[in-house]
């Protein structure tokens, strides 16, 4: 269960909240142990500087004839637990607190003014070093004698740290609460949050190859981040079923294809055996199986090159080219048997080189197909077209004929496999209906396009536009 939920993305959206808080109440007690540091002891310094100033007032005139100085006790007033000790300018000592030793060697009449620490009878102490001064007889000529004074005194710190340790725990414990608070109601944000997704996956999981029903909720089409996701998982799952639809189509019309062509065989081989026969008539009937047969050979290639263009993925190696004016000419050179028992005229106009994403074997593959169909569509006497001209970034490939045409009715489906817009000139022409579906594929995996336009008694014409090599 906790392994699941670490691997979720609600869990592992919780726990990163969770921990950014975290991180950010420890810098907020960090912070606020500084703050009240610098605050507590500022305050504390500044007490400091007042009560060393009430011992300095308390420096008088010693009354003798060197005019002295000395720390009159009995104006001082200071809390039992502070030190203090007052030296003059020549390091002799004038008082101190009575439940202090002084600093002995640690003391200097010339060190500089600042703050010292000190461990006093087990406590910590932070004393203040002050120089100050006193004038002796002011109302004498030359304004009187000046004595130099230095005032140790210092107060104990416990109860500051008590103070900034107190604030520090209010922060923590705000900051805990706030962790306590905010952890339940994130989860709940975030669970809720992410309902749209939890439901898009849900529906997705219910998709399989007998049900391909997926409507995603509405939350999911209008929530920014899964929008693009929806968008595509309803267009992989258009093309899977699409897919899914055609394989079984295909698999479907070639064994319709096949029981059809098997079944005419078998039909020559049983009127042979029927009677007895002349060696002629066994002759012709073997003739008529062997034609039969040759069909079926060329609808199983047909199929078999059908299944490599469509199911070969493309490699990461370079991409294959060819040039397409060459395999123009050798086209041309194969049919030029097919074109003279037709008495149909083959006219070429191309430039000197053209290149095309697609091996040489695919390149004639389409320009025999098609130009076999228009041969074969077209009357004797009259004559098919190539045109095949370069563009800025295309290829184009315009195979025209003279012909029946095809029935506008018919038009879209031409692309389909083993769709045939006469199926009584099947025989005649050994087409299986696979001609143009092969040309599609393997025009549309090579990045181009196929299209025809056709007029009943006038022609067909077909463009094949590919992108330059």
Known sequence: MTSNRMRSITWRLIAAVLAAEFAAAVLVIVLSWGYERHAHFHAFDVMLHGRADSVLGAVQDAEDAADNVMLDMADLHVPPNDLYEVYDERGRL??????WQGLGEG???TAKDGFIHRMVNGQHYRLLRVHGSRIIDPGEPGGGTLRHVVVLYGAPTEHVWDAIWHAVAVYAAGSLLLLVVTGPLVAWVLHRG?????ELAALAGNVSANAWEFEPPESARTTRELAPLTHALESVLQRLEMA??????FVSDAAHELKTAVAVVKSSLQLLVLRTRTPAEYQDGIDRCLADTGRIEDLVAKMLTLARVEGVAPTAAAPASCD????LEETMREMDTVAALRQVRVDKTAPERASVPLTAEDCQLVVSNLLLNALQHSPAGSQVQLNLSVMNDAVELRVADHGEGI???AQPRVFDRFFRGDPSRSRATGGAGLGLAICKAVVEKAGGSITLASTPGQGTIVTVRLPRA
Not at 324 to 327: D, F, L
Request: hydrophobic content about 40%; aromatic content about 8%; some cysteine.
């Open 94 to 99: 004038l008082g101190r607190s009575p439940n």
């Open 107 to 109: 003391f200097s009449a």
């Open 194 to 198: 992410l309902a749209p997704l939890r």
């Open 244 to 249: 899914f639809v055609q394989q079984r189509t």
């Open 324 to 327: 397409a004016v060459h395999c």
């Open 407 to 409: 029935d506008p009715a």
